[in-house]
């Protein structure tokens, strides 16, 4: 019973390739999103989808796009992936941000080669 | 551009003290301040939260500070306990406008509480 859950948790893959990272909450929160987590280990917000409509979109190559077909999903597609893409992805929900903060998902730790 | 630091890498303390964390912001913007702990291999957890017109706001061991003239924010834990050692992790967000629920992180500081 997993609170946010996605898939998969390690996605190694070449440069060049197309991959999916997967996300699912089942809270009932409202709002999702996709963060970065570098090699510095800053979190950055890439993403955030309030239901199912993109409300944040930070300064990210178009090679990426989230899609949320429902409320409870939201998935992050790459496109020709490079090395410099090579992070720990962790997608999240919320209901409250401010008094109650999100709900992170465990990572996806994507490596390009 | 950092907006929000966390200036200590890392904190070693004993069982049983106090640990502090520290945390500066530069957005005057911001008006909510998060914290959160992490451990390998899982996803960060919400721990405590302040409004900007609070001071201070307390749960159980953990008591978090604002000093909104310094922009300075910190995470008291008391008493320090071996399974607090974890990465730590404030955050900032904007209340208004499309900034809403959009938090900005520090780097995050590692604690390690010895037994």
């Known amino acids: 019973d997993t609170a946010v859950s996605q898939t998969p948790k390690y996605l190694v893959t070449q440069m060049g390739n197309d991959k999916s990272i997967k996300c699912e909450q089942n809270?009932?929160?409202?709002?999702m999103y996709w963060y970065k987590q570098d090699s510095k280990k800053f979190l950055k917000i890439m993403f955030s989808?309030?239901?199912?409509?993109?409300?944040i979109n930070e300064t990210v190559p178009n090679r990426f796009s989230p899609k949320s077909p429902d409320k409870a999903h939201l998935n992050l597609h790459i496109n020709s992936l490079e090395l410099g893409d090579s992070a720990v992805y962790f997608c999240?929900?919320?209901?409250?941000?401010?008094?109650?903060?999100?709900?992170f998902g465990s990572g996806t730790r994507l490596t390009v080669v | 551009d950092q907006q929000v630091k966390q200036n200590s890498p890392s904190l070693s303390v004993q069982e049983g003290r106090i640990s502090i964390l520290n945390c500066d912001y530069t957005?005057?913007?911001?008006?909510?301040f998060l914290w959160y702990k992490k451990y390998p291999a899982e996803g960060p957890t919400f721990l405590i939260s302040?409004?900007?017109?609070?001071d201070k706001n307390e749960d159980g061991r953990f008591t978090v500070f604002l000093n909104k003239s310094a922009k300075h924010l910190s995470l008291h834990i008391v008493p320090s306990q071996p399974g607090d050692s974890a990465v730590y992790f404030c955050?900032?967000?904007?209340?208004?406008?499309?900034?809403?629920?959009?938090?900005?992180f520090g780097q995050g500081t590692i604690l390690t509480v010895h037994p």
């Open positions: 999240a929900s919320s209901q409250d941000p401010g008094n109650y903060g999100y709900t």
């Open positions: 989808y309030n239901n199912k409509e993109l409300i």
């Open positions: 302040i409004s900007s017109i609070k």
């Open positions: 809270l009932g929160h409202d709002t």
């Open positions: 955050a900032a967000s904007e209340s208004g406008g499309t900034s809403y629920g959009k938090l900005t």
């Open positions: 957005n005057s913007m911001f008006d909510y």
